[in-house]
């Protein structure tokens, strides 16, 4: 079955430490997303990416990075200059053409020790 | 005034009511809209995609869009306790690319047997 797989489903994050969520797609889309969903608003876009090695900031950039190595990969490090890292992250993936909606993966759920 | 409103619900129905769901915007560029059905501790699954105004029907779904008042609308007849999720509306504007989809903050529905 064609998906997008988020790992670990659950994650704990010390203070000062960094902290990588894993994003893998077997759909053959092009583009991939992260976000970032807080109760009582929108999904916040963090980073997106249209093709191998190539990413672009989003909205919410800032104490986040991301790699594109693979079609396939996308995973996103939150880092310890993200000072309110609590929420629950998306990844997605799109073909990349205008207007395609995007297929999200299961999410993962980032808390603070 | 945010681009993109819901209530957030929660809202409670009875098992076999027709439910309305409904999303406002301020952006009148917006002409491609999307509904995602998200159950908890889980990602957005899409359910419906339509473009411009009028309706679209797909099984106990059906999607209206009525684009001269910024108004869209999700109905879900015979609601059965599996629709128990929170709705996410999206929207975007012609020739959009994925990064710039605008994500509603969603409405809770619980379906009481």
């Known amino acids: 079955d064609g998906g997008i797989t988020q790992s670990p489903k659950y994650l704990f994050r010390k203070e000062g430490q960094n902290v990588t969520l894993s994003c893998e797609q077997n759909l053959n889309h092009d583009a991939m997303y992260w976000y970032r969903q807080d109760p009582g608003q929108g999904l916040r876009l963090i980073y997106y990416?249209?093709?191998?090695?190539?990413?672009q900031k989003g909205d919410i950039a800032e104490g986040y990075s991301v790699s594109r190595e693979k079609k396939e990969s996308f995973p996103l490090t939150v880092t310890s200059a993200q000072k309110n890292p609590t929420a629950f992250y998306l990844c997605?993936?799109?073909?990349?053409?205008?207007?395609?909606?995007?297929?999200f993966g299961d999410g993962t759920r980032l808390s603070i020790l | 005034q945010k681009e993109v409103e819901q209530d957030p619900g929660p809202l409670s129905v009875p098992e076999g009511a027709i439910v309305s769901l409904n999303c406002t915007y301020s952006n009148s560029a917006f002409q491609y809209f999307m509904w995602y059905r998200q159950y908890s501790r889980k990602g957005p699954e899409l359910l419906m995609y339509t473009y411009s105004s009028g309706n679209k029907e797909d099984g106990r779904f059906t999607a209206q869009v009525d684009k001269s008042s910024k108004y869209i609308s999700l109905f879900i007849r015979d609601s059965q306790p599996s629709d128990s999720a929170t709705y996410l509306c999206?929207?975007?504007?012609?020739?959009?690319?994925?990064?710039?989809?605008?994500f509603g903050p969603g409405t809770r529905l619980s379906v009481l047997p």
């Open positions: 997605a993936s799109s073909r990349w053409a205008t207007n395609q909606p995007q297929h």
């Open positions: 999206a929207m975007s504007a012609t020739r959009n690319y994925g990064q710039n989809f605008v």
């Open positions: 990416s249209q093709i191998v090695n190539d990413f």
